[in-house]
């Protein structure tokens, strides 16, 4: 599979307009692979570094991926692809399965980073965390808090639950479009 190089700028809009249907955050420890759907990020720069930033709730497994390895791939469809994957690696834990072999996943070596790329979902933003920060609730207004913490909600809950996030920025360390 050839990797076609892009600036990750170039394509911010598609990425963005891509969020909200779900890509997918791909990490790595200990020859774990695990792919979670996100539908918050964005891109930007941040100290003079392309980055995205990613939220991840605090009782997630790729939480604890990323500890291990802060490293991570940024996974965005291009074209058609097969919804089960966003209903798998969206829906269930890593934790419990191995979300790659059930949706069917194929992976691509990275070339920065010890994560590798989703031949499925082929723009990929290669990144490598430089600051990661846990959000205060205390500043959130009472609808966000109602709509996306809800108190009531065990953490360990897929989708809204009382787990604030933490915000990851990751340095875009390569960016390339998967092409046979």
């Known amino acids: 599979m050839h990797k076609k190089k892009i600036n990750a700028m170039d394509y911010a809009g598609e990425i963005l307009k891509a969020l909200p249907k779900g890509i997918l955050l791909t990490t790595k420890t200990d020859e774990k692979v695990n792919s979670m759907v996100i539908g918050w990020g964005t891109i930007g720069v941040n100290w003079s570094k392309p980055v995205f930033a990613a939220y991840v709730r605090k009782h997630r497994f790729t939480k604890e991926q990323l500890e291990k390895n802060p ?20 829906g269930k834990s890593g934790r419990n399965i191995d979300k790659v072999a059930e949706a069917g996943l194929t992976l691509v070596e990275g070339g920065q980073v010890d994560v590798p790329a989703i031949a499925q979902f082929p723009m990929t933003l290669e990144c490598r965390v430089i600051y990661a920060q846990a959000q205060d609730k205390s500043v959130l207004g009472d609808a966000i808090l109602k709509d996306f913490y809800p108190e009531d909600v065990e953490g360990l809950a897929v989708g809204a639950n009382r787990d604030e996030h933490i915000t990851y920025f990751g340095e875009i360390v ?4 998967l092409e046979d």
């Not at 490293?71 to 969206?90: A, H, L, M, R």
């Not at 390569?174 to 479009?177: E, K, S, T, V």
């Open 71 to 90: 490293e991570f791939t940024i996974n965005v469809p291009v074209g058609d692809y097969d919804k089960k994957i966003i209903g798998i690696c969206g």
């Open 174 to 177: 390569d960016a390339y479009i």
